[in-house]
């Protein structure tokens, strides 16, 4: 696959965000976990207990300059069926893994059923709608693709994971669709790349909070 088969079947990205944080996408753009405990400056035992292992619960950060950040639970993670389908990493490294990316739905339906989870429905979140080419021409030598979820491993056979699983757009297999795509780090430009910002609850959308333009 390359940028222009990307961007062609697949032109909208979307991230599920915190209800109330547009306002902080937009001065600082969409962080990873690392990037936020970076720039929230989180060290020592507290940032090993979010970044390198399973979070049951939201976590909250703050920073006398930035304020407070939520960062989302991991509950979709099962570590018993997370150590039998990892090969080639430990779970520490796995987690880090995946806090050291942002991560963008390539299908609104598989976000949809995300904001639907028991874990998620009870509460709004907000829904961003990126462009592709847009951010495909930004960040195409920092972007890696998934042919799975690899935040879950709630599927009764989960796909295996480990360091071959996030692929370049190029190094991704001809034939295989594209479930996940991941930014490594950040999106500082995400604000001029995002077409709309809604709110949602569950499955239901309730209001938009931005449009671009």
Not at 55 to 69: C, F, K, Q
Not at 107 to 112: A, E, S, T, V
Not at 136 to 165: I, K, Q
Request: proline fraction near 5%.
């Amino acid at each position: 696959m390359d940028v222009g088969q990307l961007a062609s079947r697949y032109p909208v990205l979307y991230h599920m965000a915190e209800d109330g944080s547009w306002e902080g996408i937009q001065r600082l753009g969409l962080l990873s976990t690392s990037a936020l405990l970076d720039r929230f400056e989180v060290a020592g035992e507290r940032r090993r207990q979010i970044e390198s292992a399973r979070r049951a619960e939201i976590e909250a950060i703050e920073h006398p300059e930035h304020g407070r950040a939520l960062i989302r639970d991991n509950k979709p993670m099962q570590e018993s069926v997370l150590g039998r389908c990892l090969t080639g990493m430990t779970p520490r490294e796995w987690y880090e893994t995946l806090n050291r990316r942002v991560f963008l739905w390539v299908d609104g339906r598989r976000l949809l059923k995300l904001l639907g989870a028991s874990a998620y429905r009870a509460r709004p979140h907000l829904v961003l709608e990126l462009d592709t080419a847009g951010l495909l021409l930004r960040y195409e030598n920092d972007v890696t693709l998934s042919a799975s979820v690899m935040g879950a491993t709630f599927a009764m056979n989960p796909a295996p994971r480990g360091p071959g699983t996030f692929r370049s757009i190029g190094d991704h297999p001809r034939g295989k669709a594209v479930v996940e795509l991941a930014v490594d780090y950040a999106v500082p430009e995400a604000a001029d790349l995002t077409l709309r910002v809604s709110r949602w609850r569950g499955g239901e959308g309730l209001e938009e909070v931005w449009r671009k333009g």
